[in-house]
């Protein structure tokens, strides 16, 4: 379902980032899929989850800093279909 290509990442960098109030995660796939996004601590403390089926397109998430317990650096996860990428956020409670 993600489309794999050297040139485009599947799963982009949340904006803004950092951020206090709340941050939008994008990804795109290439056709309908089940996804799972989760939003885990440092630690690996699951501190938010989606499962959701999805169309084929590039589609937005926006998670409220009102989930995050604390300052710091956080780990966003997707997978699908055996398709699984990560990246990195801050969050800098105000």
């Excluded at 994008?26 to 440092?42: G, H, K, N, P, Y």
């Amino acid at each position: 379902a993600f489309q794999a290509s050297e040139s485009r990442q599947l799963l982009q960098q949340n904006y803004p980032n950092p951020f206090s109030a709340s941050t939008n995660i994008e990804f795109e796939l290439s056709r309908a899929a089940d996804v799972q996004l989760e939003i885990l601590t440092i630690t690996g403390q699951r501190i938010y989850q989606v499962q959701a089926h999805y169309d084929a397109g590039v589609h937005q998430i926006v998670v409220e800093g009102s989930l995050f317990p604390e300052s710091g650096i956080y780990y966003y996860q997707i997978e699908s279909e055996g398709y699984r990428q990560t990246r990195k956020m801050i969050f800098v409670r105000e």
